[in-house]
């Protein structure tokens, strides 16, 4: 079983201002941007983890979790209940994967990603939580 940090998530105001001060004054590259109903996301990128910045209507200001990427999902589920923790929901399908959610012993949302391979090749340059995959590194 392994966990790798990919992402914070930050819901905020206003998108065009987040991206320019993640952008123009903390140095990151703008990854990917998609637009949604009722918002956007723009995953801002460093060499480490990321920063994803979302706009939308349904949410609050500030820190929302941080993202993760996980080999198996079943597997972490399993491991987490026997540590005694319980995921917040069931495993929903997404556009990138399937993901549940897991508060830590603050109450911090933690996403844990099973994510698609489709969605590895394109936007995690092949990486899987276990490392490299296609070939690319």
């Known amino acids: 079983m392994k966990i790798t940090a990919q992402y914070t998530t930050l819901i905020v105001r206003n998108l065009k201002e987040s991206t320019a001060f993640y952008r ?9 941007h ?12 460093t060499d480490g983890a990321s920063v994803e910045l979302i706009m ?3 949410f ?11 080999d198996d999902l079943d ?31 603050n109450g911090v949302r933690v996403c844990l990603i099973e994510h698609s391979d489709e969605y590895r090749k394109k936007y995690m340059h092949g990486k899987t ?3 490299p995959r296609f070939g690319v590194s």
């Open 24 to 32: 123009d004054v903390l140095g990151f590259r703008e990854g990917y």
């Open 129 to 131: 939580a276990n490392g």
């Open 75 to 105: 597997e972490v589920i399993r491991h987490l209940e026997a540590n005694g923790y319980q995921t917040t929901g069931p495993i929903i399908p997404t556009t990138v994967g399937r993901q549940t959610f897991v508060l830590d012993p």
């Open 60 to 70: 609050e200001v500030g820190m929302y979790s941080i993202g993760t990427d996980v």
């Open 56 to 58: 939308h209507e349904a």
């Open 34 to 45: 998609v637009d949604l109903p009722g918002g956007a996301i723009t995953i801002m990128e």
